[in-house]
């Protein structure tokens, strides 16, 4: 089946420390985004790919990078996190025509120590 | 830009009982209107959708909303609810083309859905 998959399911690091979460789909749609979602919070859209195209969302702080080398594959990198930082990340896709519905993964559940 | 407004935060309810899940709206375009379901610790799972036409949109797992556009709502309602339904439901909105956040979704802060026995 066609989907958007997550890895991995549940990230532990540590405070400062690196961390990159994936996100790949087979549904080649050409539009992907990431949200965060805190604890009992509405999903918030940091950014988003419309192809190679990178929007970022004004609010998103410089700590949050992404890459997105090809259609199936999207990276999301913070660069230092801090403890506020631990939350749920959820990839969606939607297609390029009228980006109306979305669909989402898992999610990657990331802990900070 | 455009707002969503769940005007529930918990909603508890018994076995078989009807349920209504309440959600408002603000945008000064036309909008996309959806409603979403989170089972613990996974993803956001579309239940339905209203893009045009009816109003009166049927979902999956037995859910139904309708879209009141002179009210602004988008209520979720089901007339008989399981154990299974226990979770959470967030009401969400698009931006229609021309809409300067087209594509993007702004989510409620969601209803905690309990269905006691």
């Known amino acids: 089946d066609a989907m958007v998959i997550q890895n991995p399911r549940y990230q532990v690091t540590q405070f400062g420390k690196p961390v990159t979460l994936s996100c790949s789909q087979t549904l080649n749609h050409n539009v992907m985004y990431w949200y965060q979602q805190k604890s009992s919070q509405a999903p918030k859209l940091l950014f988003h790919y419309y192809d190679k195209d990178f929007n970022n969302e004004a609010d998103t702080p410089d700590n949050f990078q992404s890459r997105r080398p090809n259609t199936s594959f999207c990276f999301l990198d913070i660069r230092s996190p801090g403890l506020g930082d631990a939350a749920m990340y959820l990839c969606?896709?939607?297609?390029?025509?009228?980006?109306?519905?979305?669909?989402f993964g898992s999610g990657t559940q990331l802990s900070v120590l | 830009a455009q707002s969503v407004t769940q005007l529930d935060s918990q909603v508890p309810v018994f076995e078989e009982a009807p349920v209504e899940l309440r959600c408002n709206y603000s945008s000064s375009v036309s909008v996309y209107l959806f409603w979403y379901v989170q089972y613990p610790n996974q993803g956001l799972q579309l239940l339905l959708k209203y893009l045009s036409g009816s109003t009166l949109v049927k979902g999956i797992n037995g859910f139904e909303a309708e879209f009141n556009k002179s009210q602004t709502s988008f209520h979720l309602r089901k007339p008989s609810v399981h154990i299974s339904d226990t979770a959470e439901y967030f009401c969400a909105v698009s931006e229609g083309a021309g809409g300067t956040s087209y594509g993007k979704l702004t989510f409620g802060q969601g209803t905690i859905l309990t269905v006691h026995p």
């Open positions: 969606a896709t939607s297609r390029q025509a009228d980006r109306v519905e979305l669909f």
